[in-house]
């Protein structure tokens, strides 16, 4: 018997997240073995929408062979199809889903690094322009799957209830729950824009940095879903202090532990991770944006209160902030450009605080404009 929250979701996809209209050359790429159902049922939905869906076929056992094989020319090679796609794209959709999350946990960081660094120079910096032009419309989610549940240490059919419930695709109308969500953020985001300074403090932190200039968005399951945050992009050389994430951040399949960064005019100038210490610092050493920060995110989805190893989900976790190496979002004002954009998360606690020119943001583990 078929989900009703998998139509429900993919119905959210094409009508809310990319409001998919007559003519839009949409992308729809993940794993076929694992995502089918949702695939097929977004697939229809564009069709159903005057759209033109592509598949872009994906998976793990592909990503394997193509960073064990791979030479160095031809990770540097960027296809000509991607060079068209950045161009007359109109909406894209991102699919999680796999049989092995672990399946690039011995692969070289120094391979992923080459392509990190290839496709920042010539696609990913395009296609978040057009995408702040609003030229282009995309969208990351997830379909659970048993290799996800497992990472959550959860049965499939507790995952997947966890997974429709963050998504409000266990109620009737998903689309009305996130209108709803979003009303709440922008009264954060018409406070906070305009101000110039953020100071973190708490047990794990101690960092400022200057946010003058920039731009807060309210993420309300536009570009991801879930969804449930808000962020900016610092002032690329404020950054001072330290923090210790109190998560462990994964990327291209590696888990790095305890990550301890410390920042001065804005760069990273001490890392140090319990674990993958070797992978922390190559990925700093991406290219020259990658030891800058390109976000600072808040977690303001309290629907989502427990870390599953899917920063899709673990960086809205409410009561949690994320900064991000890399990469930054033009619509921010931010002007930091790098290969990567890898998110690292921080639990702030009960006596965490975020303090914006001197008044209070978030203490006592809420936000004060929502107590």
């Known amino acids: 018997m078929a989900d009703i929250r998998v139509a429900r979701l993919a119905k959210l996809i094409t009508s809310y997240c990319l409001d998919v209209k007559k003519n839009d050359w949409v992308s729809i790429s993940g794993d076929l073995g694992v995502s089918r159902e949702l695939i097929h049922e977004v697939y229809r939905g564009i069709l159903g929408a005057g759209g033109n869906p592509f598949i872009v076929p994906g998976g793990s056992d592909l990503e394997e ?14 296809s000509p199809l991607l060079e068209e796609y950045k161009d007359k794209l109109n909406g894209l959709v991102n699919i ?28 990913m910096p395009h296609l978040m322009k057009r995408e702040a032009e609003g030229k282009l419309k995309g969208v990351v989610t997830l379909f659970p799957c048993p290799a996800l549940a497992q990472d959550a240490e959860m ?75 808000i962020f900016t992009g610092p002032v690329e050389d404020s950054a001072e202090g330290h923090v210790e994430f109190t998560y462990p951040a994964i990327e291209g399949g590696h888990v790095v532990e305890n990550v301890r960064l410390s920042f001065e005019k ?95 943001l978030f203490k006592n583990g809420n936000f004060v404009l929502w107590t």
Not at 338 to 355: K, N, T, V
Request: proline content about 2%; aromatic content about 10%.
């Open 65 to 78: 062979i193509y960073y064990k094989e791979a030479s160095e020319e031809q990770l540097k090679w960027i």
């Open 96 to 123: 999680h889903g796999t049989t092995n999350t672990a399946a690039l946990n011995n692969i070289d960081p120094t391979k992923q690094q080459i392509r990190a660094k290839a496709v920042g120079e010539v696609i």
């Open 155 to 229: 049965s499939l059919s507790e995952y997947e209830d966890f997974v429709y419930a963050a998504m409000f695709c266990n109620k009737e109308d998903p689309k009305t729950e996130w209108e709803k969500l979003g009303q709440r953020q922008q009264i954060l985001v018409d406070w906070l824009n305009g101000r110039e300074q953020i100071e973190i403090h708490g047990d794990y932190v101690d960092i400022s940095f200057s946010i003058k200039g920039r731009k807060f968005i309210s993420a309300d399951g536009k570009s991801n879903m879930p969804d449930g945050e």
């Open 266 to 360: 804005g760069k990273v100038v001490k890392a140090q991770a319990d674990k993958n210490q070797d992978f922390l610092e190559v990925m700093i050493a991406t290219d020259e944006g990658s030891c800058y920060l390109g976000e600072f995110g808040i977690g303001t989805n309290f629907g989502i209160q427990r870390f599953t190893k899917q920063i899709l989900f673990d960086e809205k976790i409410g009561g949690t902030f994320h900064l991000a190496l890399g990469a930054g979002f033009p619509e921010t004002g931010s002007i930091n450009k790098s290969g990567i954009h890898w998110d690292l998360i921080c639990a702030l606690g009960r006596d965490g605080e975020i303090i914006v020119d001197g008044q209070a």
